[in-house]
């Protein structure tokens, strides 16, 4: 299966199984698009009468472009087949290692945000604060579960987690006395509204989380339309600055800025622009996922101008990088050099597997989109995981157990997309939750373009260097 599309001037053929991008020019761009379904005679005639007018396009050069698909398809890079469809359900046999837990230190918030999943940083329950004796028994568990695996990941989330700051640094002390101990290497995230990031904070996070996840919508009237405190007041003049000093401090690395759109707000790339003109350099900005009755929420009708912007944030992100004021952007960052990652395509991101959710009381949830439902409670970190059913549920969930994907070009770079909003739209682990497949299908093709511009300029420039040591070389007499 190919995936053939035009952007920003760049004539791109995907390979979907294979993950190989071919950026053609038009001659090639149509053949390939023919040539599974006509005849070799066929696609020379709509060729030659195609590009009547144009003296280049000749037989002879369509006979060689068809060379280059034969070559292109025997090497497995073009109209490849699927060898793995059949090894997807095997692995509801495989034995789960946890690589990664999310550890709510706060059911508690200071911050009032519209949209918020978990209900003012309480998912829909009471008050708590995560005691060092839970943030313990959670790493003992997490080493005892993780198998081989040596690098061991845990993201302090909430709520907000500065609310519970001593147990942080608490937690974070006895990981460093036993990693070595066990041979693993822990490695923090902390996520936080910013509202409590002092001098102190900085300084901890700097030395030990290798990432910060740091929420900001963008413009100030983005944000403090959403994002307020208890009081009802904006945050933005607050917490941009503590943001701004923390980023410098880790040299521009080592963090997002990470922002939310709404329906307020489609028009998000001045919110991203606005946030890489402060300074920035490493930016995520993820569409809402609510209840459709909420006025902010993301509708049908708002899809062509959302897809519209993820195309003028990479034209803009390609612009900036080729005038040396270049940022990232999480959803751009995808790595052709080596095909879609195969683990990923089957085995999905690891939700209820090798993923979970820790809870103040030790609970363990699948992931934090689940917390607060009795019925995804998978066990806790002081007995493990009892709830083994429904932890093979989700190991299935992956790009081959849900029918929607089978003829979907970006299947394998997202691994089924995300399980938890599948469910909350569908009430299926394996269903799909199809708006956020149509922006992903969008950020896809708008990434792959942004690479292969990345290595045509590369080319380009290699190019032009050695044409100039050519030209600079002394001749023979």
């Not at 071919?22 to 599974?36: C, F, G, N």
């Not at 919508?217 to 009802?232: A, F, Q, V, Y």
């Not at 990088?321 to 095909?339: E, K």
Request: aromatic content about 12%.
């Amino acid at each position: 299966m190919i995936h053939a599309y035009q952007l920003n001037g760049y004539n791109i053929i995907l390979d979907c199984n294979s993950g190989s991008v071919h950026a053609v020019d038009e001659v090639a761009y149509d053949m390939i698009r023919l040539y599974e379904n006509k005849s070799r005679e066929e696609v020379t005639a709509e060729i030659l009468a195609k590009y009547a007018d144009r003296e280049d396009v000749t037989e002879k050069e369509i006979n060689e472009v068809f060379e280059d698909i034969e070559a292109l398809r025997a090497a497995g890079r073009l109209y490849s087949t699927d060898r793995y469809e059949n090894l997807a359900f095997d692995y509801k046999k495989r034995k789960t290692e946890i690589k990664a837990l999310c550890l709510h230190i706060a059911h508690d918030c200071n911050m009032t945000c519209q949209y918020c999943f978990a209900g003012k940083g309480e998912y829909q329950g009471s008050k708590a604060l995560m005691s060092f004796e839970v943030g313990k028994a959670a790493l003992d568990f997490l080493i005892a579960h993780s198998g081989r695996r040596r690098n061991l990941e845990v993201d302090f989330f909430g709520g907000e987690p500065l609310l519970n700051f001593e147990v942080v640094k608490q937690i974070v002390a006895y990981a460093r006395e036993i990693e070595k101990k066990y041979n693993k290497n822990f490695r923090f995230t902390l996520t936080t509204n910013g509202v409590l990031l002092t001098d102190e904070v900085m300084e901890f996070v700097n030395r030990e989380c290798y990432n910060v996840v740091l929420s900001l919508d963008g413009r100030k009237e983005t944000n403090d339309r959403m994002r307020k405190t208890l009081g009802g007041q904006g945050t933005y003049d607050r917490i941009l600055p503590r943001f701004k000093k923390l980023a410098d401090l880790r040299n521009q690395e080592g963090y997002y800025i990470r922002g939310t759109y709404t329906h307020y707000n489609t028009d998000f790339t001045n919110d991203i622009f606005d946030i890489a003109d402060q300074g920035f350099k490493q930016l995520a900005m993820e569409p809402v996922v609510s209840d459709p009755s909420e006025p902010y929420a993301l509708r049908p009708e708002d899809l062509p101008v959302l897809k519209e912007q993820y195309e003028i944030l990479a034209k803009e992100m390609l612009r900036r990088d080729r005038v040396g004021n270049g940022f990232t952007f999480y959803h751009y960052m995808i790595d052709l050099s080596g095909g879609p990652c195969l683990y990923k395509r089957i085995s999905g991101c690891g939700v209820g597997t090798e993923y979970m959710a820790v809870t103040p009381w030790g609970d363990l949830y699948p992931c934090h989109q689940f917390v607060g439902n009795e019925a995804f409670r998978l066990g806790d970190v002081f007995n493990g995981v009892q709830n083994t059913d429904l932890q093979d549920e989700f190991k299935l969930c992956n790009i081959y157990a849900r029918k929607e994907c089978k003829d979907c070009f970006a299947k394998m770079f997202c691994g089924g997309g995300c399980t938890a909003n599948a469910y909350h739209a569908t009430g299926s682990l394996t269903g799909i939750y199809e708006f956020g497949c149509e922006l992903h299908r969008k950020r896809i093709e708008c990434a792959i373009m942004v690479k292969a511009a990345e290595a045509l300029d590369e080319q380009e420039a290699l190019e032009a260097a050695e044409a100039q040591d050519v030209s600079a070389a002394p001749q023979d007499a």
